[in-house]
Structures are given as C-alpha cells and as structure tokens.
C-alpha cells in the first residue's frame, strides 16, 4: 500500500505545473502563515506567464480568484514576515543564473521604480545583506 505521503508527491509529480502550484497556493493559503513561504516561493521563482496560469488554474479549479483567497485567509505575517522574505529572497537569488538575475532585476526596477540591490541595501543589515549583494554582483 502506498502512503498518504507518496500519493500526494505522485499526483503533483503528475498535474500539470499550473495545476500544481495552484493547489499548492490553495494549502499553503489554508494552512496558515508557517506555508506562507510556498505563496512566496511561487510568485518569486516562477515568469509572469507561468503566474498567470497558475492564477487561470486555481480560478478553474476552487472557482474564486488566488488573489481574493490570499487576501481573506491570510494575515499581516505575509506581507511583514521579514525571515520569511529573507529566506524566498536567497531562494530566489541562490537558484537563478546570472541572465535570469539580470531580468529579475531590471524587471523589479520596472515595477518598483527602486533598483533590486538599493531595496536590500536599505532593508536588511549586517552578514546576510552583504552576501546577497554580493550575489547579486554589487561590491560592498
């Protein structure tokens, strides 16, 4: 008999990636602010188009929009919780090719009208911002 544990890795090994992510959103929405970082984790790491499909499957699947569901089922530990943007930003960073970093970069200065490098400089402080500056190629 198959665990309940390797069921689940098998149907997400399986879904579709949108499909995935979406009911990965939806539990991590449910489960509270400790599956938070999945949410972070999927608007971080994935392009806008792959975002947009899992918003398009979660609407499919729980017929309510992602972003309606994040706003009446979490709290202000999503938005404050600075380890948890520490921990989605050295995912982010530590995972990503130079190229990719570059348009995540520019990307977030289009959106932000802030460079990426100054945001961390300004928001985080000793040992931890140095390393991700130094990541992101900037000399401290």
């Known amino acids: 008999m198959v665990s309940k544990t ?22 991590a929405i449910n489960h509270g602010s400790k599956h938070y970082h999945v949410l972070v984790e999927i608007v971080s790491i994935l392009s806008p188009e792959e975002v947009l499909n899992v918003r398009r499957a979660y609407h499919d699947r729980y017929k309510r929009s992602l972003e309606e569901d994040i706003a009446a089922q979490t709290t202000g530990d999503l938005r404050q919780g600075k380890e948890l943007v520490e ?3 050295t995912r982010v960073v ?3 090719v130079e190229n990719d970093m570059k348009d ?12 990426l ?8 402080h000793g040992d931890y911002k140095k390393f ?4 992101l190629g900037k000399e401290v």
């Open 6 to 27: 390797k069921q689940k890795a098998m149907y997400r090994w399986m879904s579709e990636p949108a499909d995935r992510d979406a009911v990965l959103a939806h539990v």
């Open 87 to 89: 921990d989605a930003i």
């Open 94 to 96: 530590v995972s990503r």
């Open 104 to 115: 995540i970069m520019e990307l977030y200065y289009k959106r932000n009208s802030v460079h």
């Open 117 to 124: 490098e100054d945001e961390i400089a300004k928001e985080f």
């Open 132 to 135: 991700i500056l130094t990541l």
